[in-house]
């Protein structure tokens, strides 16, 4: 049998006029030999919209439920994820060469990583992210202690992991947002990870994104947001429970 890995993608309703091209970024993936993905994609409400420009293909798998924001959409997604590994990808974003590859050779020695990004601006031009650390295995609480600054030094949605674990770890928190963030600080806080260089996904800058509402923005939910998920991670880390060291 083929092992697989699971690309999860939440979706609404206006927000899906780049999801065709997200799949063709996916499809164009290069696999390690015996390996596939699945495509989850799952729409943040029940209108039908989002999926109906998706085409005909055996590895995705659609489904809608009714609207939580984007981390109970992934979650909801993770429920028919048949992958050993498991990565995210936003609907508006784009997988760019060998993503799927680095990520899965990278998972071969520790249970998830996270990967640079580049911006992509509406006239076509790319920039880095600035902040990015070093290529190659973490130091421990990097991420834990960036967000106690109100930083954070990765794209948080360029996440991959065993599936086992985000499940062992309940999904994607249902924050209003930043769930990325929350499920990325309780990994960090149960088993070492690693950080690939290499750019994996185009992270498309537009007027429609989420995060460029000031709503999204207003104070209190934001630092609400910040400390369910810096919470959740210092209790993992008071209880010491650890995930046991990946043996390839």
Excluded at 175 to 195: R, Y
Excluded at 222 to 238: C, E, G, M
């Amino acid at each position: 049998m083929r092992r697989v890995i699971t690309v999860v993608t939440p979706v609404f309703s206006g927000g899906h006029h780049h999801l065709f091209d997200a799949y063709e970024s996916l499809r164009q993936q290069e696999m390690p030999p015996g390996w596939d993905w699945q495509w989850c994609v799952q729409e943040d409400g029940t209108t039908g919209i989002p999926l109906s420009v998706l085409p005909d293909d055996q590895r995705i798998s659609c489904d809608s439920s009714l609207p939580g924001r984007a981390g109970v959409a992934r979650t909801m997604a993770l429920a028919r994820a048949s992958g050993e590994l498991v990565r995210t990808l936003d609907a508006d974003d784009l997988l760019l060469p060998g993503a799927l590859f680095r990520d899965i050779s990278a998972l071969r020695g520790v249970a998830w990583c996270t990967s640079a990004g580049l911006d992509l601006h509406p006239d076509g031009t790319t920039t880095p992210g600035p902040y990015d650390p070093p290529g190659g295995p973490l130091p421990e609480d990097l991420f834990f202690t960036e967000q106690q600054e109100n930083r954070l030094s990765v794209l948080a949605a360029n996440l991959a992991a065993r599936t086992d674990l985000v499940r062992a770890l309940g999904g994607w928190p249902a924050l209003t947002g930043a769930e990325t963030v929350g499920l990325l600080l309780a990994l960090e806080a149960v088993t070492p990870g690693e950080f690939i260089a290499e750019p994996s996904t185009l992270y498309r800058q537009h007027d429609n994104q989420t995060t460029r509402s000031a709503r999204y923005w207003k104070a209190e939910e934001s630092q609400a947001r910040l400390r369910v998920a810096l919470d959740r991670a210092s209790v993992l880390r008071r209880l010491n429970w650890k995930w046991p060291p990946v043996t390839g």
